[in-house]
Nanobody
């Protein structure tokens, strides 16, 4: 089994920044892609961004493009989501996820195709 633990969430004013971390432990895979999703109250979970297994390819939702940046440190089995210029509409629970045994540079955006999920971390942006 794989455990994913997010950290770094909190309360921030509009225009501020936060950095989320997601550490993976447990069963390891030869390669895996990592993604970030978010879910606001009363809404479906939505794709935020993802990074390929090598770290060479990233893809972002239009709503966060230019403001959010994903990176990963494979030596630490950790991925990061740097969030800048935060807006009140970014308020949500943020989840990290893994697609196991992925060997391509393709970045997946669909929720059901991710194999493991973290418990989520709350991000609240005040106006």
């Amino acid at each position: 089994q794989v455990q994913l633990v997010e950290s770094g969430g909190g309360l921030v004013q509009a225009g501020g920044s936060l950095r989320l971390s997601c550490a993976a432990s447990g069963r390891t895979f030869s390669s895996y892609a990592m993604g970030w999703f978010r879910q606001a109250p009363g809404k479906e979970r939505e794709f935020v961004g993802a990074i390929s297994w090598s770290g060479g390819n990233t893809y972002y939702a239009d709503s966060v493009k230019g403001r959010f940046t994903i990176s990963r440190d494979n030596a630490k089995n950790t991925q990061y989501l740097q969030m800048n210029s935060l807006k009140p509409e970014d308020t949500a629970v943020y989840y990290c996820a893994i697609r196991a045994n992925v060997h391509s540079e393709y970045v997946e955006t669909r929720v059901p195709l991710y194999d493991y999920w973290g418990q989520g971390t709350q991000v609240t942006v005040s106006s």
